[in-house]
């Protein structure tokens, strides 16, 4: 079965997408886009979409950012991602909506330019590999900085703002580690090439404060589901000697999901596997996303 797109309106197939090779964002970067996953549930009764409102509203609060118009309203916009998963017969999948200007005008002036919506999606089981959720993974800290706020705006899934964190990533994986952690430009920890970071120290949950992340919707449920655990939960600066020293460490996001770390730059977090709280975050989270807990069930919305 080939997986269904929506395109400005219109479901479409796959091999109808097109995209010309004058396309402005391609070529300069200036578009915005949303991650998002779908789950089967435990029983494999039905699908749903994971924090379907808070991804949606985050795109458009990034295509306001740029300063690119969304031409649908919010409600349309998420039934078309209930859609395209529905029409696609997927269950674990995940979803791509994508804001970008596709006029073939090249030069810096976007004024009157139009821009397109594409909701794309594929079956997508496990970012690093179902081993890794319990093994964890190695990573080192990146020679590349994260974008300070006024440099690239920090609060929207802005395309271009990431090619930081792939160059970041690609540098890790060339240096025999799978993931890289970024300092920001005063050398405190920011996050992962493209998630959110946790540290767990004397059973305290600490994360960087927002001054220059990513405000994660994963990243707001693991401190729900930490607080909900009776877990303090601090968001202040974090040096990168804290890192070596932490009881656990992981990343969390869309895609890794709560991906333990179990060590960075070749020292060992704690024990060099994952940890006690890690575990706990981790099956509450994997829990509420295939509808397992009912505390959580208002994180996601059914596909007919």
């Not at 200007?101 to 079956?123: A, F, T, Y």
């Not at 964190?165 to 025999?176: E, L």
Request: aromatic share 8%.
């Amino acid at each position: 079965m080939s997986n269904t797109y929506w395109l400005n309106g219109k479901y479409i197939q796959k091999e109808e997408a097109y995209v010309s090779p004058l396309t402005h964002t391609l070529h300069y970067g200036l578009g915005a886009f949303e991650g998002v996953r779908s789950y089967a549930s435990h029983d494999e009764s039905s699908v749903s979409i994971f924090r379907l409102q808070e991804h949606t509203e985050r795109l458009f609060e990034s295509a306001k950012i740029i300063n690119v118009d969304i031409n649908h309203s919010m409600e349309e916009v998420m039934d078309a991602q209930l859609g395209v998963i529905e029409k696609s017969g997927l269950k674990d999948a995940y979803i791509r909506p994508l804001i970008y200007l596709n006029d073939e005008r090249l030069g810096l002036d976007i004024d009157d330019m139009n821009s397109h919506l594409m909701i794309s999606c594929w079956d997508w089981p496990s970012y690093f590999g179902a081993e890794a959720l319990e093994a964890g993974i190695d990573v080192m800290v990146s020679s590349f900085t994260r974008q300070f706020p006024n440099s690239l705006m920090t609060k929207g899934k802005i395309s271009g703002g990431y090619v930081n964190g792939v160059m970041a990533h690609d540098q890790a994986k060339r240096n025999g580690y799978q993931e890289a952690i970024l300092l920001d430009t005063n050398g405190f920890v920011a996050e992962g090439s493209g998630q959110n970071i946790f540290l767990i120290k004397k059973g305290k949950l600490i994360t960087p404060e927002l001054t220059c992340c990513l405000n994660g919707i994963t990243r707001r449920s693991v401190i729900k589901i930490a607080k909900d655990l009776d877990l303090d939960v601090l968001e202040r600066q974090i040096t990168r000697d804290e890192l070596y020293t932490a009881d656990e460490l992981f990343f969390c996001g869309t895609a890794v999901e709560i991906t333990p770390i179990k060590s960075v730059d070749k020292i060992n977090v704690g024990s060099g596997h994952r940890g006690d709280i890690t575990s706990k975050i981790q099956q509450t989270y994997l829990d509420a996303v295939r509808g397992k807990s009912d505390k959580y069930s208002d994180w996601l919305s059914k596909v007919k």
